[in-house]
């Protein structure tokens, strides 16, 4: 069972950055692709951005392409680089695993674990 974390989350203004973390708890989290999805209030919960198990191969949502990047390290931590934020990225932020070996998916029912998520908050 592999579990994950996010943190990073907050308040920020307009046009401002944050970097989120996903931590999991395997030591070697190598052989999974990863996914950040996130649900603003009121609406379904969306993909945002995703890097495969290797890391060479990463996708973005349209609407946060050329702001957000997503990025790995070689053990156990994905993180999503969000700059130039808007008020319209204001969601809960939850990072999400594939089973091992796996591409990555657009699709939240192809992933199989999932963190609590993290609130960011983009102010006007």
């Known amino acids: 069972q592999v579990q994950l974390v996010e943190s990073g989350g907050g308040l920020v203004q307009a046009g401002g950055s944050l970097r989120l973390s996903c931590a999991a708890s395997q030591r070697t989290f190598t052989s999974y692709s990863m996914g950040w999805f996130r649900q603003a209030p009121g609406k379904e919960r969306e993909f945002v951005a995703g890097?495969?198990?290797?890391?060479?191969?990463t996708y973005y949502a349209d609407s946060v392409k050329g702001r957000f990047t997503i990025s790995r390290d070689t053990k156990n931590t994905v993180y999503l680089q969000m700059n130039s934020l808007k008020p319209g990225d204001t969601a809960v932020y939850s990072c999400?695993?594939?089973?091992?070996?796996?591409?990555?998916?657009?699709?939240?029912?192809?992933?199989?674990?999932w963190g609590q998520g993290t609130q960011v908050t983009v102010s006007s």
């Open positions: 999400a695993a594939r089973p091992p070996g796996y591409s990555v998916s657009l699709f939240e029912y192809d992933y199989h674990y």
């Open positions: 890097i495969s198990w290797s890391g060479d191969s």
